[in-house]
């Protein structure tokens, strides 16, 4: 079976989390950086399940910068990059 690959941007992108609106733009200028976890997208989930079931998706294929744990600020905390590169934290409030 061969698998055909086709490389696409995308420009524009709207999407919903735990009822909040993100919007992401690709910049058609070239900049010499990439992601880096100096920001990340910061999530409070509403149960243990939503964060861990998140904290997975989002870890496969990633990085994990800091496992799910209790870290004193917070009962139930994970850093994770995706597989694009986006840092993500979250948190159980």
């Known amino acids: 079976m061969t698998q055909t ?3 696409a941007k995308i420009h524009h992108a ?9 919007i992401c733009i690709d910049s ?5 950086f990439g992601f880096t976890p ?4 910061f ?3 509403e149960s243990q399940e939503e964060l861990e ?3 997975s998706a989002l870890a496969e294929d990633g990085e994990i910068f ?3 744990d ?3 600020f917070s009962t139930r905390f994970g850093w994770v990059n995706d597989r694009f590169g986006v840092s993500w934290q979250l948190n159980l409030p």
Not at 14 to 22: D, I, P, W, Y
Not at 28 to 32: F, L, R, S, T, Y
Not at 38 to 41: G, K, Q
């Open 28 to 32: 058609p200028i070239k900049h010499d």
């Open 70 to 72: 209790n870290y004193g």
């Open 66 to 68: 800091m496992p799910l």
């Open 5 to 7: 690959r086709i490389k």
């Open 14 to 22: 709207f999407f919903t989390l735990s009822g909040r609106e993100f």
């Open 43 to 45: 999530v409070d989930c």
């Open 38 to 41: 100096a920001i990340s997208i």
């Open 53 to 55: 079931r998140v904290y």
